[in-house]
Nanobody
Framework: VQLVESGGGLVQPGGSLRLSCAAS????????MSWFRQAPGKERELVAR????????DYADSVKGRFTISRDNAKNTVYLQMNSLKFEDTAVYYC?????????WGQGTQVTVSS
């Protein structure tokens, strides 16, 4: 099983980034896919998730209206479009795949919002 994140980087406040997570080694379309983040000195928190069957989505209150999660089951990839980025969005962003008790993590990608 592999989850490989990409798309992180340095961006100014108000800017945008698109994270991607390429999955392999499991039946991607059946898993709930999520993005978590962890800032220095803080616990890892759920940012957004997208369900497998309905495609419905959930977002943390702090990112609602600014971030959009999506998935392409044909490409085994989940995305996180991040707009109107703020200083407080700075963190390592992790991709997660979950199905019942199965739970997989990527290695993370750094997002830094700085002027």
């Amino acid at each position: 099983v592999q989850l490989v994140e990409s798309g992180g980087g340095l961006v100014q406040p108000g800017g945008s980034l698109r994270l991607s997570c390429a999955a392999s080694g499991f039946t991607f379309s059946t898993y709930v896919m999520s993005w978590f983040r962890q800032a220095p000195g803080k616990e890892r928190e759920l940012v957004a998730r997208i369900f497998s069957s309905t495609g419905s989505t959930d977002y943390a209150d702090s990112v609602k209206g600014r971030f959009t999660i999506s998935r392409d089951n044909a490409k085994n990839t989940v995305y996180l479009q991040m707009n109107s980025l703020k200083f407080e969005d700075t963190a390592v962003y992790y991709c997660n795949a979950q199905l019942f008790r199965l739970n997989y993590w990527g290695q993370g990608t750094q997002v830094t919002v700085s002027s």
